[in-house]
């Protein structure tokens, strides 16, 4: 259903253990940093430079704590665990997944020093290790289209929300400018050349339709013009603009679909 940097002339051979083991190698967010976060200060530094640029989730995470006040939220892919501070830090009862033993790890360690509190274990998306209807809020960002089988990730989301439950869901924009930049320059969208992500679908807008068909509802909205490694480039265009591109043609589909 998707695409992957894999597919232009090559079988997509990729399995879980493939993804397991570059997302073990790559920590997320750790390639913007010099040295692995030593403290809390350290850690909401690192958030930051992150929100600098993903202006579009602390609009989220407010809107949603204030909606929903003490939900249960699984967050699926914490990776270092910025979110699942930012959700944590606004009352809601988190428990977060990962399929790295680094990520879990390190989301621990920051809930830690930072004083919070979240439940954190290794787990797959493919297979979720909860009863069904066992949350208010599921919460991915950037993870789903990772995953091999990224339609029976959203089965699962939609089988462990109570009826009525909500999924905030982020995956890859087909039909975005850095999708174009990224296939001309034949360059993967998480990686590098040389240890390049093994699993990176793409999604058009009729695609995640279908795939949230079992969702009573399925809002989805554009956002965000460049990821995070344009560097400079991102800072040179006004934000005006950037927010209006972004609107358009933007990487991250935010997807917003009612159990
Ligand atoms: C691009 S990172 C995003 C991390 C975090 N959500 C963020 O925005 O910084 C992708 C994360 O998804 C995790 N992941 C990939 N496939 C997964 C799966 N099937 N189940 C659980 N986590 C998975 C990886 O281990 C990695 O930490």
């Known amino acids: 259903m998707g695409q992957t940097t894999r597919q232009q002339g090559e079988a997509m051979t990729a399995t879980l253990e493939d993804v397991r083991q570059f997302w073990t190698n790559n920590l997320n967010g750790m390639k913007f940093l010099e040295n692995f976060p030593e403290s809390a ?3 909401w530094a690192a958030s930051a430079f992150r929100y600098k640029y993903h202006v579009h989730l602390p ?3 407010d809107r949603i704590a204030a909606a929903h006040p003490g939900a249960r939220l699984l967050e699926i892919g914490c990776g270092m665990g910025d979110d699942t501070a930012q959700w944590a830090k606004r009352g809601i009862q988190v428990t977060a997944i990962d399929l790295t033993e680094p990520a879990v790890a390190c989301t621990k360690e920051r809930l830690r020093l930072c004083g919070l509190e979240a439940t954190v274990q290794q787990g797959n998306a493919e297979a979720l290790a909860f009863a069904d209807g066992s949350f208010d809020l599921v919460y991915s960002f950037g ?3 990772h995953s091999p089988d990224t339609p029976r990730t959203i089965d699962e989301v939609w089988r462990v929300l109570k009826p009525g439950g909500r999924a905030l869901i982020m995956l890859y924009n087909r039909k975005s400018l850095n999708y174009v930049v990224h296939r001309l320059l034949h360059y ?11 699993v990176e679908h793409t999604y058009t807008q ?3 339709r279908r795939m949230f068909r079992k969702f009573k509802s399925c809002a989805i909205e554009v956002d965000y013009l460049f990821g995070t490694g344009y560097g400079a480039v991102n800072d040179l265009i006004p934000k005006g603009l950037h927010q209006y591109l972004g ?3 933007g990487w991250h589909l935010m997807i917003e679909a009612v159990r």
Do not use: A, K, W, Y
């Not at 993967?188 to 093994?198: A, H, I, L």
């Open 143 to 145: 993870v789903l289209h």
């Open 188 to 198: 993967p969208f998480d990686g590098s050349r040389e240890d390049p992500c093994p």
């Open 59 to 61: 609009r989220l995470f």
């Open 247 to 249: 609107r358009r043609i």
């Open 41 to 43: 200060d350290q850690f």
């Open 206 to 208: 009729e695609q995640i």
